[in-house]
């Protein structure tokens, strides 16, 4: 009886939470934009009323940590990419953090990476590409970009190889994808491992095959103005099942076992093995074969991402509409460039990135603040050059860093880049506006 008065209350709160949604919520999507006096955000969460009510559901269910919403989003993840496995995280950050010092386990043998060991890397990333490898005491090297793509200049990674390359750990810029035949050509060639930060980029493809899934290790964020969102989130994807065994120890406080949170006994010899020197039969709940973290996320996530990941496809699809509608707009206005895909790359763009040319009579700053002037949203291309951040200041090149060849390419993206927004919940009359604006700007 119980029971049965639970779940009409619980029916009865549902329906009303997408009525709630109906109420509140979708006038803002069907809003018509008035230039001018409506900003055109960046990037901004796209949703229905099947987040709002997953999202109560989970509340109500309240088990608040990583449970059957999680594992369920989980196995729809890897299903989308065609991968084995995934593990949900709480951030993108999170998720490189988690994929990188999975290659530090002792388990690797003689791949794991090690103290001074070093990682190819570029400098006009998000910060959070770059950290994981410092933090451990690794050392990335830096290589240049190429102007039209912001990616990886695939022409030098050979110059970027020592003794002690272990990986290369790169983004997918503004969802661009790198050139990942030949960066993954190179690590095979070199035996490195490859890590693709795929933050940007999830459902882009490259010949045909998603980003993310080439490498050893993906990784993804779920933070709102990515491809999709949980709130804050992250993920860490892979087919090997070493890998992942040793990403879920370390995401999960660095353990042995591999129980789901309040089950026990998963492995039918909890109080009978021998680890370590730890007496006979210590309980393997307690067991730690890692020095892991715990980076795990909630069901209360997962629910919305459950809800989201549905989405994806058409997100995909507007996303390159409007990336195609803003291309045909600005593509002949002299003096910016316009960031294009390589040969083989089919984006799913993040952002529309523009590089103020040198002969422009303009500079990017001034561009940026008529735009934001005109309530247009811009970004810069991240960190521009990581190394010219104070995070940096008290690092030595040599020791800590390398850079292989010049940065310069990095220095003008820095100097001279600024993006904005063609998010799946920006209609052509915003396109239309930011194309305009653009348009006057440099014309005069
Ligand atoms: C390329 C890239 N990697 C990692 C991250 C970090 O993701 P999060 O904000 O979820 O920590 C971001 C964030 O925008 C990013 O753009």
Not at 126 to 143: D, E, K, N, R, S
Request: hydrophobic letters at 40%; proline letters at 4%; charged letters at 25%.
């Amino acid at each position: 009886m119980i029971e049965e008065d639970a779940e009409k209350l619980k029916s009865e709160i549902l329906d009303r939470v997408a009525r709630y949604y109906r109420l509140v919520e979708e006038p803002k999507r069907h809003a018509q934009f008035v230039p001018g006096r409506d900003r055109v955000n960046y990037a901004g969460r796209v949703f229905d009323e099947r987040e709002m009510v997953n999202l109560v559901e989970a509340s109500l269910e309240f088990w608040l940590t990583h449970g059957r919403w999680a594992r369920d989003f989980e196995e729809r993840l890897a299903e989308f990419l065609g991968l084995r496995y995934a593990l949900l995280v709480n951030s993108g950050s999170s998720a490189n953090l988690l994929a990188f010092m999975t290659l530090t386990s002792p388990l690797l043998g003689n791949r794991r990476i090690e103290r001074g060991d070093e990682v190819i890397a570029v400098a006009a990333a998000f910060p959070t590409t770059v950290a994981p490898i410092v933090q451990y005491g690794a050392v990335p090297v830096f290589l240049d970009v190429t102007l039209d793509t912001a990616n990886v200049d695939v022409s030098r990674l050979e110059t970027a190889v020592s003794p002690r390359t272990k990986a290369v750990f790169l983004a997918h810029t503004l969802g661009n994808p790198f050139n990942l035949p030949v960066v993954k050509s190179f690590c095979e060639r070199h035996g490195l491992w490859l890590i693709e930060d795929n933050c940007d980029a999830l459902g882009s493809r490259f010949e045909g095959r998603l980003t993310g899934t080439w490498g050893d290790i993906g990784t993804s964020s779920f933070y709102p103005p990515h491809h999709m969102t949980t709130g804050e989130g992250g993920a860490v994807y892979t087919n090997d099942p070493l890998l992942r065994k040793i990403a879920l120890s370390m995401r999960d406080w660095g353990r042995e076992c591999w129980c789901d949170s309040g089950v026990d006994n998963t492995c039918g010899c909890r109080f009978t093995k021998q680890f370590g020197s730890l007496p006979l039969g210590y309980d393997h709940k307690y067991v730690y074969s890692h020095l892991g973290y715990n980076l795990k996320a909630t069901d209360l996530q997962a629910s919305i991402g459950c809800a989201q990941i549905e989405k994806l496809p058409d997100f995909t699809e507007r996303r390159k509409a409007n990336y195609a509608r803003l291309e045909a707009g600005l593509g002949d206005v002299a003096g910016i460039r316009i960031a294009r895909a390589e040969h083989g790359a089919d984006p799913s763009w993040f952002g529309f990135l523009m590089t103020v040319e040198p002969y422009a009579g303009f500079t990017r700053n001034e561009l940026a603040e008529h735009l934001e002037r005109n309530k247009i949203q811009t970004r810069n291309l991240f960190a521009g050059n990581i190394l010219r951040h104070p995070c940096f200041e008290t690092l030595k090149e040599g020791m800590d860093y390398r850079v292989a060849g010049g940065l310069e390419n990095t220095d003008a993206l820095m100097n001279n880049a600024l993006w904005i927004g063609l998010y799946p919940g920006m209609d052509n009359a915003r396109i239309d506006h930011m194309i305009a604006t653009i348009r006057a700007f440099a014309q005069h």
